[in-house]
């Protein structure tokens, strides 16, 4: 491997002036480190990252974790968050938690005993709190997104859940629905909870009943299997029946259609979907769900250049708190044409 001093003896200059060079630090001239740059580029020297970080204490590495890199979400999120992390000079390391709490523990402990400078993370539930405490406990900064947990004072970037979700509730209610079921994620998750919470306060905003038997638990990954709470939906007598569904997330709106139109249901005619989050465009012609599409790339920009600020020292004080709003797509899951 090339060497410092391999440049140093190429370019007449000491050790120490390549390093300056390299690290750009001190007093150099500009004619110096064009020729020091010109053998650098020439020989292919590549820094060694673990000798500088000894000396540093830094690694100029980052992390993101994250609970499903196959969510669209989390993969514009991905995006985001190495956008801005190259934009400042630091690489990314990717961690998929799986909602799972063991997982994202391991993950937790490999880099603490790696090193990292830093975790934007999505928490997997409630109990992820223990986890996180370990990052503090080895000085570690963090900041979440998409997720809070209570009682955890830290930077956050997070959707507007209330707002949104009322929007949602509030179009299928204009759109004639008074019995409007809810697939959401286990409730020791923030954002089904915050969800499910202005879903039935917006029901009851508007006179209608808040029925339990239209409430059922699935998950946001992608191998969540809603078809054993349709079928209890449907099962109900008529005057119970869901004329609508809000799915919480984009794995579950696209599931609830499909096993809507293969059990001869059509949408939006005798049930209508509409959901959180953006959908792929799965139908092969055009998207087709009515969708709430949060700004997802923001969230791993904003909450990296928070991160970057916590680990510079160049954030304020007190925590910050960030909210997006989301931006509803109306399309012809929850629209019915007339003729």
């Known amino acids: 491997m090339v060497t410092i001093y391999d440049i140093a003896k190429k370019a007449n200059v000491s050790a120490m002036t390549v390093s300056r060079v390299i690290n750009n630090s001190g007093s150099i001239s500009q004619k110096t480190k064009e020729k020091v740059e010109a053998i650098i580029n020439e020989l292919g020297y590549i820094p060694n990252s673990s000798a500088r970080s000894l000396i540093s204490k830094k690694t100029k590495i980052l992390s993101l974790m994250i609970t499903d890199i196959s969510n669209p979400f989390f993969t514009s999120v ?143 990954l992608q191998d969540n299997d809603v078809s054993e709470a349709i079928k209890k939906m449907m099962e109900l007598p008529e005057t119970e029946r869901p004329t609508a569904i809000f799915a919480t997330s984009n794995f579950i709106g696209i599931d609830a259609v499909k096993f809507l139109k293969e059990n001869k249901k059509n949408v939006p005619e005798d049930v209508a979907v509409v959901c959180y989050d953006g959908v792929p465009n799965y139908t092969g012609s055009e998207p087709f769900i009515t969708a709430a599409e949060q700004p997802s790339y923001n969230f791993g920009y904003l909450g990296m250049q928070m991160l970057i600020e916590r680990i510079e020292n160049t954030a304020p004080k007190m925590p910050r708190k960030i909210v997006l709003p989301a931006e509803i797509h109306v399309r012809k899951s929850s629209i019915q044409l007339l003729d």
Do not use: W
Request: charged share 25%; aromatic share 4%; hydrophobic share 35%.
């Open 78 to 220: 991905a995006r985001g968050a190495e956008d801005k992390a190259m934009q400042m000079g630091y690489q990314l390391m990717l961690c998929n938690s799986d909602e799972n709490i063991e997982k994202e523990s391991k993950y937790i402990d490999m880099l603490i005993s790696t090193g990292t400078d830093g975790v934007l993370i999505a928490p997997a539930n409630d109990s992820s709190k223990k986890n996180i405490r370990k990052l503090t406990k080895f000085n570690i900064p963090f900041v979440l997104i998409d997720r809070h947990i209570k009682d955890l004072d830290c930077d956050q970037v997070l959707s507007d859940n209330e707002t949104t979700t009322r929007r949602l509730i509030e179009h299928l209610i204009n759109q004639g629905h008074k019995k409007i079921a809810i697939i959401n994620a286990p409730l020791d998750v923030a954002t089904a909870r915050e969800r499910q919470q202005a879903y039935c306060d917006t029901l009851k905003l508007h006179g209608l009943e808040v029925n339990e038997n239209l409430i059922h638990q699935s998950n946001f």
